[in-house]
C-alpha cells in the first residue's frame, strides 16, 4: 500500500474482495466534520425538473426565482424578481393561492392544479407552496390534464396498501409489507427499509427488489453516512426525491432574499439541491433516481424507507403522497408492533417467575434464600448465565461467575462508578478493563439495586463474550481525501463490497424488556423486604421505610384487621390524604375505588389478601376517587405482611397512576376507528360493524340493510371554493345525518363524499323509506359558503343483509354498484340492489372494461385493421381486384384480451365512453396510425421502387375529441412530429355527434381542413334533421347508414332513402360512401344509382393493419 494512504486502526475489518487501493481510509483519530458542516437546507439551488419562486406573501411579489424560468416559461429570472405573480396567475389563481394560505389550510391544499398562459400558450402546473422564515415558496413541476384520470383504481391501491400495514401481525411482516407495497406503487428498482441502532449506524431490515439485481438486505452503514444536519432535516421534513443524480444544480437568482437578507431555506422544498457529497455517494453505489421517506418513532428519527432507482425516475406528486402516507402510517405501526412479540413473552415469563419467587419469599424467611432456590428462574428471567445474589456481607454466586475475589473488586467498582436503579453494559471492559480477561464470563453485566441511595447492587447477572460479524456495505470508515493545500476531506467511499468487522469483548445486548423485568423484579423485591421489618428490626426497619419514602409506586400499609398505618408521599398525593390524617382510618374511607365503566363500588384487594392469605390484585377498571373529588384510573396489588410464626400481621397496597396511559390508549384506539374530519366511525370500523351484523343475521336470521350514499355535486363546491369549503360541506352533511340516524344504527364515512348507514332489524322496505327521507333531506339542505349558495343531491344505493348473504365483499360491491347505477340513472335517487338486475349487470360489465382499457393502453394490447373503401366507377370484377390494394381504407379498433382473444370495438367503446376513456383511446390511434405510416414514408423514400399502400386512411374520432380544446393542438403536433402529409388522413364522426354541437363541430373540421385533412360524416340518415344540418357541415365526404344500404333489396323505403341521400350529396359536391356491402346484388344496385365508393363484408372483410 502507498505510504501516502492512511490505514484504518480497526485491524479486525476484513474485506471480502479487495478494496481499492486508490481510496483512502480515515482513521478514527481524524476529526473530519466537512459534512456536519455543510449547509444542506440553504445549497442556493435547486434540481431541474420544476421551477421555485420565493414570494412576499403581503404583497405576492416575487423575491427570488430559480434561473430555469427561461426553459419552462420563456421568461428570464432576472426579468420576473420584484414582479408581481399576477404576471403568471391570473387572479382567480391567485385568490385560490391566497384561500390556501389560511390557518390550517395549507398542508391541505397541495397540490394546487395552476394553469400559466405565456404569449397564448398555456401550461399546466402541480404547485406546491409552503412558509419558512417569512417567505413564501411556490414549487412548480409540469403536468398534464390527464395527470389524475387513474385516481380511482391508485386510490383504490393505496387503500389496500394501508390495510395490509395495519393489519400486520408481526413487525416483520409489517416491514416486509412496506417494502413491497412502496415499490408496488412507485415502481422503484429498490426498495429497503433502514433501521438505526443507538450509535446512529444504519441496517438494511427489509427490501424488495427487481431479480437481476444484488440483495442489501443485513448490510450494515456506518452513522457517518448520513451527517447530523441531514438526521435533523429528515426529522423535519418526511420525503425527499433525486430525479436524476447526473442533474445540473439550477441556481436561484438573487443569492439573499429582500425580507430576511438571507440565503433561501429550503428544509421543505421538493426541488431543493442536494449535497454533491451526496450525489457523489449515489453515483459510486451506481443510483440515478432516488428517494426517501423518513420514519419517525417517538419523536426521533427510527430509519428510512430508501428507494433506489438505476436510471433516471420521476414520481409524480399522487404517488409521492401516498408513499409519504404509508410512511407515516408505519410510523404509527412501529409504536405497536416493534418489540412486540418480545414483550409478549418476556410479559408471560416475568409473571411466572415472579409469581415464584415471591410466594417463595412469602414462605421463606430470608430472601436471599427465596432467590438461590429460585436460582435457574433468577437467569432465565434476563437469560444471563450467572448470578451475584448480595445482602449485607453475604454473597452468594449463581452458575457461571467470575471468582468470589473479583466478584468483591467488581461490587467495589460499581459502588464506585455507578448510581443507578439499574445499570448494564454489553461491553463491560471498555468500562472496566481489569475485567478483559474474565471476558469468557462476564463481558456483559446487568445489576439492579435495592437502595434507595443506589449505593450498592444487590442482584447482578452475567453473560460472556460472543463473538459477532457484522457485514458492512464496504468499509465503514469514510475516506479521506489529500486537498492540494494538505488538508484532509471527507469523500464519499467509492466502493460497497462486502466487508465484515469481527467484534469482540461484547455479549448478547441486554433487550429493553429484559431491563424492564429486572426493575420489575427490583420492586418486588423492595416490597417483600417490609414483610422481614419484624425479624431483623433495625436493619429492615430502615430498609423498609426508606422503601417506602422511595418508591415511585403509592403504598399504603395496614393493621390485620384493615385499618390504615402508614401512606408513603405517592400515596397522599394520589388519595389526597396525609399520613397524618389517614392513621387508624378504615381503609375503605381513604381508599375508596369503582369500577371506571360501571361505577360499581369496587372491595378493596385488602380484603381479599385478609380473607385468602394471598397476593391480590384490581384490574384496569378500577378508578380512585380522592378526597377533593379527583378521579384516576389505577392498577393495584396487595400483599400480606406476617410475623415469624406465618400470622398476617398487616396488608401492604401498591398502587400506580395509569390514568395518562389509559388515555393515550383510548385517544389512539379512537382515532384507529373514526374519521379526523367529521368524527364518524371510518370504513374499516364500518366494515367491522357490517361483519357483526352479517353474523348476527346468519346466526339469529336478523334483518339488516345498508346504505350507500354518495353526494352530488360535491366536486363543484370543491372546485369552486376550495378544500376548506369542501371539508366544512362534509362535518355540515355528517352533523344532519347524524341528527336523522338512530344511535342503535351506525353512521360512517366511507370516503371522499361517500357515506355509509348501517340499518339494524330493519326491513328491506323500511330501509328504502329511511334511503329516500335521506335523500330528501339532503336536496332539502342549502350550503352557505361566503357568498354563494349551493344546492346539493345524494345517489343511494341499498342492499339487504340476511342469512343468505355470502361475505363483506358482496355487500359493499353490491351497494357501490347500486348507488352507481342510482347516480348514472339521473342522480339523487335511490336504487335497490337486486341480484338479476340487468342494469347492474350491465354496469358491471362497463366498470370491468374501465379498469381493463387503461390497463390495455399500458400494455400495447390494442391493435388496428383496415376495411378497403373502393370506387365503384369499375366493374364488379376490377373492384374486388383492387380490394387487395385498396387506396381509400377506414382504420378500425380491437383489442386483445389477455389470453390473446380479438375483442371487438363495442364490447368496450360504451364503457370507455362512460368513464372519459375515448380521449386516450383516440390519442393512441392517431399516435400509432401516424408511426406506422412515418415508417412506410421512411421504407418508400429509401427504396426505388413504389410500396404498395393506402392513399387515404379514414380515422374515427369520439365525441370527447371533438369537445377537448386541445386536441386540435395535439393533431397539429402529430403531424409535425410524424412529418405525415395531411391529405393522407380523412377524419370521421358520426352525424348524431356533430349534430349534438354543431358550432364545435363546424369549428373543428375548418381547423384540420385549412391543414388539408378530409372529413367524412358517418352513419349520414340515422338523425331526424340530416338533411337540415348537412349544408352546415363542411365535410368531403358522407356515409350513407348501413342499416339503409343492407335492406334497400328487399325494402323500396331503404332503397328510395339512400337515392336521396346521393342526390343531396351530388347537388352539394360531397361524395357518398355506402357500409354494409354484403353482395354484389347490393353493389350492382348502388353502382346504378350512382354512389361513388362502398365498403362492407361484400367487397373485403377488416384485415390486421397493426398488432399488439
Not at 390550517?104 to 402546473?125: A, G, R, Y
Not at 414483550?343 to 411466572?352: I, S
Not at 384493615?562 to 398525593?573: C, K, Q, R, W
Not at 337540415?1028 to 323505403?1053: R, T
Request: hydrophobic share 40%; glycine share 4%; net charge negative.
Amino acid at each position: 500500500m502507498n505510504s501516502w494512504i492512511l490505514t484504518s486502526k480497526l485491524d479486525s475489518f476484513k474485506p471480502i474482495s479487495p478494496m481499492n487501493n486508490r481510496e483512502l481510509v480515515m482513521p478514527q483519530d481524524v476529526d473530519l466534520t466537512n459534512c456536519d458542516r455543510e449547509s444542506i437546507h440553504t445549497p442556493g439551488s435547486i434540481q431541474p425538473h420544476g421551477i421555485l419562486l420565493a414570494l412576499d406573501e403581503s404583497k405576492f411579489t416575487i423575491l427570488q426565482a430559480s434561473k430555469n424560468t427561461l426553459d419552462f416559461l420563456g421568461l428570464r429570472a432576472e426579468y420576473l424578481i420584484d414582479k408581481s405573480l399576477e404576471i403568471l396567475l391570473d387572479r382567480h389563481q391567485i385568490q385560490l393561492l391566497k384561500n390556501c394560505l389560511r390557518p390550517d389550510n395549507l398542508h391541505l391544499s397541495n397540490p394546487l392544479k395552476l394553469f400559466i398562459n405565456i404569449k397564448d400558450k398555456e401550461m399546466v402546473f402541480d404547485s406546491i407552496v409552503h412558509r419558512n422564515q417569512g417567505v413564501l415558496i411556490l414549487e412548480l413541476e409540469p403536468t398534464t390534464y390527464e395527470s389524475n384520470l387513474s385516481f380511482l383504481s391508485f386510490y383504490n391501491l393505496v387503500r389496500t396498501s394501508a390495510f395490509k400495514i395495519q393489519t400486520a401481525e408481526t413487525f416483520q411482516e409489517l416491514i416486509e409489507f412496506v417494502v413491497k407495497e412502496i415499490r408496488q406503487i412507485s415502481n422503484f428498482d429498490r426498495v429497503m427499509v433502514y433501521q438505526f441502532d443507538a450509535d446512529a449506524n444504519g441496517a438494511v431490515i427489509a427490501e424488495d427488489k427487481a431479480e437481476y439485481l444484488e440483495s442489501f438486505l443485513g448490510l450494515h452503514y456506518p452513522a457517518s453516512d448520513i451527517p447530523q444536519q441531514a438526521r435533523q432535516l429528515y426529522y423535519a421534513n418526511w420525503l425527499r426525491i433525486i430525479v436524476d443524480v447526473n442533474y445540473q444544480p439550477v441556481e436561484i437568482i438573487s443569492s439573499h432574499n429582500a425580507i430576511r437578507n438571507q440565503p433561501l431555506d429550503l428544509s421543505f422544498s421538493v426541488l431543493r439541491s442536494v449535497s454533491p457529497i451526496h450525489i457523489e455517494y449515489l453515483k459510486n453505489m451506481g443510483v440515478r433516481g432516488s428517494m426517501s421517506i423518513s420514519l419517525i418513532k417517538e419523536k426521533r428519527l427510527w430509519g428510512l424507507i430508501a428507494c433506489h432507482h438505476y436510471s433516471p425516475k420521476h414520481v409524480p406528486y399522487d404517488v409521492r403522497k401516498a408513499c409519504e402516507f404509508l410512511g407515516q402510517l408505519m410510523s404509527v405501526e412501529l409504536v405497536y408492533k416493534e418489540e412486540q412479540e418480545d414483550r409478549e413473552y418476556y410479559r408471560d415469563k416475568l409473571k411466572a417467575i415472579k409469581n415464584n419467587l415471591v410466594n417463595n419469599i412469602f414462605q421463606e424467611k430470608p430472601i436471599v434464600e427465596s432467590l438461590l432456590k429460585e436460582e435457574f428462574s433468577l437467569l432465565d428471567l434476563v437469560k444471563a448465565q450467572g448470578a451475584v445474589v448480595s445482602l449485607g456481607d453475604e454473597i452468594n454466586l449463581i452458575g457461571k461467575t467470575p471468582s468470589l475475589e473479583a466478584v468483591h473488586s467488581l461490587i467495589t467498582w460499581l459502588e464506585s462508578y455507578c448510581h443507578q436503579d439499574v445499570f448494564y453494559t454489553d461491553s463491560l471492559s471498555k468500562l472496566y478493563p481489569e475485567f478483559e480477561s474474565l471476558k469468557d464470563v462476564v463481558s456483559g453485566l446487568l445489576a439492579i439495586s435495592l437502595s434507595p441511595t443506589q449505593s450498592s447492587y444487590q442482584v447482578i447477572w452475567f453473560r460472556p463474550e460472543v463473538i459477532q460479524t457484522v457485514n458492512w456495505a464496504g468499509n465503514p470508515n469514510k475516506p479521506v481525501e489529500i486537498q492540494p493545500d494538505g488538508s484532509l476531506s471527507l469523500s464519499p467511499r467509492k466502493s460497497f463490497q462486502l466487508w465484515q468487522e469481527t467484534v469482540r469483548l461484547k455479549s448478547l445486548p441486554w433487550k429493553t424488556q429484559e431491563i424492564e423485568a429486572a426493575l420489575e423484579l427490583r420492586n418486588a423485591l423492595m416490597l417483600a423486604a417490609l414483610e422481614f421489618s419484624q425479624k431483623e428490626l433495625r436493619q429492615s426497619k430502615e430498609l423498609a421505610q426508606v422503601t417506602l419514602q422511595s418508591i415511585g409506586e403509592a403504598v399504603i400499609t395496614t393493621n390485620a384487621s384493615g385499618y390504615i398505618e402508614s401512606l408513603n408521599p405517592v400515596a397522599e398525593h394520589l388519595t389526597g390524604w396525609s399520613a397524618q390524617q389517614a392513621k387508624g382510618l378504615p381503609l375503605k374511607d381513604v381508599f375508596h375505588i369503582v369500577n371506571s365503566k360501571t361505577r360499581v363500588l369496587l372491595n378493596s384487594p385488602v380484603n381479599q389478601v385478609l380473607q385468602q392469605g394471598y397476593v391480590a390484585s384490581l384490574g384496569n377498571q378500577t378508578m380512585l376517587i380522592a378526597a377533593d373529588g379527583s378521579e384516576r384510573i389505577i392498577n393495584s396489588s396487595a400483599a400480606p405482611i406476617r410475623n415469624k410464626d406465618g400470622i398476617i400481621i398487616g396488608v401492604v397496597l401498591v398502587f400506580r397512576d395509569i390514568t395518562k396511559e389509559r388515555s393515550l390508549a383510548n385517544q389512539l384506539s379512537w382515532q384507529t376507528r373514526h374519521d379526523a374530519l367529521t368524527g364518524l366511525v371510518n370504513r374499516r370500523e364500518f366494515e367491522s360493524c357490517v361483519e357483526q351484523a352479517l353474523t348476527l343475521a346468519k346466526n339469529l336470521s336478523g334483518q339488516y340493510a345498508l346504505c350507500y350514499l354518495d353526494l352530488d355535486q360535491f366536486k363543484i363546491i370543491n372546485d369552486t371554493c376550495g378544500h376548506a369549503a369542501g371539508d366544512e360541506l362534509l362535518r355540515q352533511i355528517s352533523t344532519l345525518l347524524q341528527n336523522q340516524v338512530r344511535h342503535q344504527n351506525t353512521l360512517g364515512r366511507l370516503g371522499g363524499d361517500e357515506f355509509g348507514v348501517l340499518l339494524y332489524q330493519c326491513s328491506l322496505a323500511q330501509a328504502q323509506e329511511i334511503a329516500e327521507y335521506l335523500c330528501q333531506l339532503i336536496q332539502d339542505f342549502r350550503f352557505i359558503w361566503a357568498d354563494k349558495t349551493f344546492t346539493l343531491g345524494v345517489s343511494i344505493g341499498v342492499v339487504e343483509i340476511d342469512a343468505k348473504t355470502s361475505d363483506i365483499g358482496s355487500i359493499l360491491s353490491a351497494a357501490d354498484a347500486a348507488c352507481y347505477l342510482a347516480k348514472n340513472q339521473g342522480r339523487n335517487r335511490v336504487h335497490i340492489y337486486q341480484a338479476d338486475d340487468s342494469e347492474l349487470i350491465r354496469q358491471r360489465g362497463e366498470m370491468y372494461w374501465a379498469t381493463q382499457i387503461p390497463q390495455a393502453l399500458e400494455e400495447n394490447r390494442f391493435c388496428l385493421y383496415y376495411q378497403p373503401i373502393v370506387a365503384l366507377n369499375q366493374s364488379t370484377e376490377v373492384i374486388h381486384r383492387l380490394s387487395i390494394n385498396p387506396k381509400h381504407c377506414e382504420v378500425l379498433l380491437r383489442l386483445r384480451d389477455a389470453s390473446g382473444q380479438c375483442i371487438p370495438p363495442m364490447a368496450f367503446i360504451p364503457a370507455a365512453e362512460r368513464y372519459n376513456l375515448m380521449g386516450r383511446i383516440d390519442r393512441w390511434v392517431i399516435r400509432t396510425i401516424f408511426s406506422h405510416l412515418q415508417q412506410y414514408l421512411r421504407l418508400q423514400s429509401e427504396s426505388k421502387q413504389t410500396l404498395q399502400a393506402c392513399g387515404v386512411y379514414a380515422v374515427n374520432l369520439s365525441g370527447a375529441s371533438i369537445n377537448d380544446d386541445q386536441f386540435v393542438k395535439f393533431l397539429y403536433e402529430q403531424f409535425a412530429t410524424y412529418q405525415i402529409p395531411p391529405s393522407m388522413i380523412c377524419f370521421e364522426i358520426t352525424e348524431t355527434l356533430a349534430i349534438a354541437n354543431l358550432n364545435k363541430a363546424v369549428q373543428f373540421i375548418r381547423s384540420l381542413k385549412a391543414l388539408g385533412c378530409y372529413f367524412s360524416l358517418d352513419d349520414f340518415g340515422s338523425g331526424m334533421s340530416s338533411f337540415a344540418y348537412l349544408q352546415n357541415l363542411p365535410v368531403d365526404y358522407i356515409k350513407i347508414d348501413g342499416g339503409f344500404v343492407k335492406e334497400m333489396m328487399d325494402n323500396p323505403i331503404a332503397q328510395e332513402i339512400v337515392e336521396a341521400i346521393h342526390r343531396i350529396g351530388n347537388v352539394m359536391q360531397v361524395k357518398t360512401i355506402a357500409e354494409f356491402v354484403e353482395n354484389d346484388l347490393i353493389l350492382e344496385k348502388l353502382k346504378t344509382i350512382g354512389v361513388n365508393y362502398a365498403q362492407g363484408y361484400g367487397i373485403a372483410q377488416p384485415r390486421p393493419l397493426i398488432l399488439p
